[in-house]
C-alpha cells in the first residue's frame, strides 16, 4: 500500500500539480466561501487542501481512506502553519459531524467511490446550512487537461483507455441517475470542456440542517 501511495504521490506532483491551484480558485470563486471548514475528499498527497488553505482563510480537513497517503499528505501539509490537517477516512462513513463543513471539494475520487449515492448523502450531511460542494473530475482549464494527456502518454500508453474507462464509470447520466438515488435535495451537474463538477448545496434552511 505504501508503495502505492508514494507512487501516487509522485505523479500528482510531477504531473498534476498545475491544476490543483486552478481547481481551488475556481471552487472559491463559484461558492462565495473563504473562511470556516474546508474538507478534501480522496486528497491523496493533499496538494488541492493545500492550495485552498493558500487562496483563503479556511481550515482544510485532508481525507484519504489510505493511511499511508495520509502520512504523505501531513508531510505535504507541513508548511500549511496547522491549516491543514490529514485524516483517514470513509468518504462513505465521515468522522465528521454534522452541519460543519462550508466547502466540500474532491478532485478524481468520485470515479473510486463505491456508492455514490450514499457518498452524496454523506457530503450532503457534513455540509453546513449554505455550505457547498464540487465533486468531479476535472482538469481546471483545456489547456492544462491537454498537457496533463500529453505527459501521462508518455508514462502510460494506455491512458487515454484507461480515462475512457474510468469516465464511462460515472456518465452525466448515470450520476444524475445517482444523485436522485441518493435523496440529496439541491444538486447539479457543471459540465465543462475541462471536465465536470458534481455540486451539491445545503440550503441556509434546510430541514435536514434542524
Known amino acids: 500500500m505504501k508503495k502505492s501511495a508514494e507512487g501516487f504521490a509522485r505523479v500528482a506532483r510531477e504531473v498534476f500539480a498545475p491544476i490543483y ?8 470563486a463559484w ?8 474538507l478534501d475528499l480522496g486528497s491523496g ?20 481512506a489510505d493511511p ?11 508548511g500549511s502553519a496547522g491549516r491543514v490537517i490529514p485524516v483517514t477516512g470513509d468518504v462513505h462513513c465521515m468522522p465528521i459531524r454534522d452541519n460543519n463543513v462550508s ?10 467511490w463505491e456508492d455514490r449515492p ?16 464540487y465533486v468531479g473530475g476535472s482538469f481546471g482549464t483545456p489547456e492544462l487537461r491537454e498537457a496533463i494527456f500529453t505527459k501521462m502518454r508518455q508514462r502510460n500508453p494506455n491512458w487515454d483507455s484507461d480515462v475512457a474507462r474510468r469516465s464511462g464509470q460515472a456518465t452525466p447520466g448515470t450520476l444524475r441517475r445517482e444523485l436522485a438515488e441518493s435523496g440529496v ?11 465536470m463538477w458534481v455540486e451539491i ?10
Not at 201 to 209: G, H, L, Y
Request: no cysteine; hydrophobic share 50%.
Open 45 to 64: 498527497p493533499g496538494l488541492l487542501s493545500v492550495a485552498l488553505a493558500k487562496k483563503s482563510d479556511l481550515v482544510v480537513v485532508a481525507l484519504d
Open 185 to 195: 435535495v439541491h444538486a447539479r451537474l457543471r459540465e465543462e470542456e475541462e471536465g
Open 118 to 133: 450514499r457518498a452524496f448523502l454523506e457530503i450532503e450531511r457534513v455540509l453546513r446550512p449554505g455550505g457547498v460542494a
Open 68 to 78: 499511508a497517503m495520509s502520512l504523505i499528505a501531513r508531510t505535504t501539509a507541513a
Open 31 to 38: 461558492s462565495g466561501i473563504r473562511d470556516g471548514i474546508a
Open 103 to 112: 466547502l466540500v471539494v474532491s478532485r478524481g475520487s468520485i470515479y473510486f
Open 201 to 210: 448545496r445545503k440550503d441556509a434552511i434546510s430541514p435536514r440542517a434542524r
Open 21 to 28: 491551484p486552478v481547481i481551488a480558485q475556481q471552487a472559491l
